[in-house]
């Protein structure tokens, strides 16, 4: 678990799987050093107290660890969020379809008729040319 922590120091679920089995270490330990106390020889207790305490010491400090962690991830969560929601806006908002109004009450308008150009009239008359009369 510790290997894999520190190959991923930045994952919430290494962070709290070692926090969860050292808590479970400290609860086992907790229960030794309370029957060593009654049970057993102060030399021996005070020993077990010392680890117990050196135990709650890093529990404290991964717990700590776990707080400053999911702050840092909910930060950033929060942060993604707000872009993919500018994101979908964005795209929303340039891909709206246009409306289009049709009014079937609105007469048929009338086909404009184009321009053609006249051909030149035949039977205009050609100017014609005087030619000197023979003698």
Known sequence: MMGELR????????????YRNLDALYDVLGSVVESTGAFGSKDEFQ???????AIEGSRRSFADRMETLAG????????LRGQIRTAQQASVSSSSPKKVIVDDN????KP???????????????PTIALPKSQ
Do not use: G, I, M, W
């Open 72 to 79: 840092t991830k909910e930060v950033e969560l929060t942060k």
């Open 106 to 109: 609105e007469p048929p308008k």
């Open 7 to 18: 190959a991923a120091p930045e994952s919430l679920v290494s962070t709290f799987k070692l």
């Open 112 to 126: 404009s008729k184009k321009a053609v150009p006249k051909p030149p009239n035949a039977t205009a008359t050609k």
């Open 47 to 53: 020993v077990l107290a010392n680890d117990l305490r």
